[in-house]
């Protein structure tokens, strides 16, 4: 009864707006401060709209690519299933059943099937971003490129953050001998050319046959070489945090140091990484971009960076052709990295409003 | 007034502890020896740096090592020796019968997870229970130690505890598992007078309806008085005295522990000065020779407390000093001497034994 009276008594003294108020601070966790703080970000949240809209692109086409080539496999669209070079996949196409399977709706040009009498086309109706050098539409080379270039961001860096993540808070919690050791594999690895080694490597197996192609070997090694940076953050992070009363009251209770370490102290550390993971994948995007503008890409692979290494000397002549895969990197680099920054401000503590 | 030996819970033998830092080896524990009995309370007190919080450590087997290492002494806990133990087993014990509260209530708990799920893991982590049960049991318990709302507070994150509060949440987390003994690191060093009443009296509530023994680590007299049933004085690493709490209140034996009651203000006592205890705590990495207390003591006796390590000699059942006040080489000094150092509040028939 008594909580009943002070309910009244309340709604009594505020009004409407501050009781809603009242309302949203409730359970205010860190991340409805940090997204509080990022929502009066401008730049952040044009950061943050560039990046949801690629990710939804890169989705949105993986799902189309599959699902057209199920269908074809199916046997639902045109073709003969059992011999894929007779297949009818000149469009992307959706047929569902009802439809008559010899009109099914056409949405898009293939993004490896080319018409050679269509070559080089500026930007029409047709074909919005024109039309490349062998007759690709464009906008179809754009929007499933997507998938390679923003995967390959993420997978890279993701692998390259779990890695460093790892030995980084073994190395930061244990300290003396491993962290010796692990500071100097870090050494080496940073006084070598990442760039060069890279291309080292990629020419060292070019014809190596794993699942992936030419990519996954880039994405592999890229993952090996660049753990250092996140290793030496988190590091540093354990450092500071395994001396707080609260680990030393963990084990106390009886938990195990993998508990502490990947229980307790790395969600403290959680803010950091998620500042490394975003800036980077915008770092890898461009890296692998700038790889495959110098041909080490995979020149099978729709991706951006391989499609602005083919036009490239095309720029003065058609400029179409090499300027929107450029433009769509730089529009990634520039998202990811003003949502970095949106993040690196949002998520610092000292920072209090 | 000692108990029969089969009611101690917990005995440590010349527990031997040092910090091998890059200044020099710190001896923090230079010897420690003590028991605790059934559901009874005992004050640790000294000085900051004398080692009491060391000894708790030590107990629990978690001396941040490197630098710290246990070199020697046992810690015999329902009859075996912790130090034996393995990892593993050692860790079923930690927090399960020996569980510990830590200074600062600010910064004990995990500040990214929720109190319930901290409760709710000191409780997973020993019993076979699933996380509803778990939670359920902490809702229990944080209402059992004082927490009002506890099915609501549950979910509330530390930051959003006051101080007095998370040191609640603590003593529920540390009760969680239903110890037999807790060891309280300074549980009311870092809160606020009032506060600090209320949580003593938690502490002495739950110990009586959980029967659980408390080490009550403090260096305010007042909370001792307050608190326990007996007392352990440390100095620089060594137990100088322990025993009942109204013998040592009454008549303290060792100078250390005169010092310290004599440096007590009271409202009830003649406008005097307080007595003083010379000097500061010395620095362990390099401390006197024998009795560290020795630079500091009224009653040093030259040439014998620098060289001999005083034994800890019990003057009655259940109390013992470690001061050559009241060893035979002590006494065998002074009767070379004609001394008669034995003065103030040491029982006259000590005193005059001593004499003769």
Partial sequence: MATAEQEQSTEFLLDEKTLREIETMKGAGQWSIVWRRIKKDKMGMLGLYIVIFLILMAFASWIILGFDNWLTHQGALLGDPSNPASLNNLYIELWLPGMPADSPLVLFQHPRHHFPELAKLPPSFAHPFGTDGIGHDMVSRIFFGATVSLALGFIGQMTTVIIGTFLGSIAGFYGGFIDEVLQRIIEILYSMPGFILMIFIIVLFEDVNIPGGRYAVVVIFFSLIGWGGTALIVRSNFFSLKHQDFVEAERALGASDMRIIFKHILPNSLAPLIIIVTLGIANTIFLFAALAFFGFGDPNAVSWGDDLNKWQNDLLDYPWMPMFPALFIFFTVLGFNLLGDALRDALDPRLKD | ?356
Avoid at chain 2, 164 to 191: F, K, Y
């Fill in chain 2, 1 to 356: 007034m000692s108990r029969p030996s089969e009611d101690i819970l917990l005995e440590i033998n010349g527990l031997r502890t040092y910090f091998f830092t890059e200044e020099g080896v710190v001896k923090a524990i230079e010897s420690v020896d003590l028991e605790v009995y059934k559901s009874e309370t005992l004050g640790l007190v000294g000085e900051s740096g004398s080692g009491k919080s060391v000894t708790a450590l030590s107990i629990l087997g978690i001396v941040p090592d490197p630098p710290g290492k246990i070199l020697s002494g046992e810690v015999i806990f329902h009859g075996q020796d912790l130090r034996k133990l393995s990892d593993s087993d050692m860790r079923k014990i930690r927090g399960n019968q020996i569980a510990m509260i830590f200074q600062d209530p600010m910064t004990s708990l995990n500040p990214v997870f929720t109190v319930g799920d901290q409760i709710s893991e000191a409780i997973m982590l020993h019993q076979k229970v699933t996380k509803k049960e778990a939670k359920e049991k902490s809702i229990k318990i944080m209402s059992l130690v004082g927490i009002p709302s506890a099915d609501e507070r549950v979910d509330n994150y530390p930051f959003e505890f006051s101080g007095g509060m998370r040191q609640r949440v603590m003593i529920a987390m540390s009760l969680s598992c239903n110890p037999e003994l807790l060891i309280a690191d300074e549980p009311s060093t870092s809160l606020d007078v009032t506060i600090q009443a209320q949580i003593l009296e938690l502490l002495k509530a739950t110990s009586e309806e959980f029967d659980m023994s408390i080490i009550l680590i403090t260096h305010d007299m007042g909370v001792i008085a307050e608190m326990c049933d007996r007392v352990a004085v440390m100095y620089a690493g060594f137990i100088c005295e322990i025993g009942d709490i109204m013998i040592i209140f009454k008549s303290p034996y060792h100078p250390y522990t005169r010092g310290l009651l004599g440096a007590i203000p009271r409202p009830d006592a003649a406008r005097d000065d307080l007595t003083i205890i010379r000097g500061a705590i010395p620095n362990l990495i390099n401390p006197p020779s024998a009795c560290r207390f020795h630079p500091r003591c009224d009653y040093h006796m030259l040439g014998l407390c620098e060289s001999v390590v005083p034994e800890l000699v019990e003057i009655e059942p259940g109390h013992s000093v470690r001061c050559h006040l009241y060893t035979d080489e002590g006494k065998a000094w002074m009767a070379e001497r004609g001394d008669k150092r034995v003065i103030g509040t040491v029982p006259k028939s000590i005193a005059a034994e001593v004499k003769k």
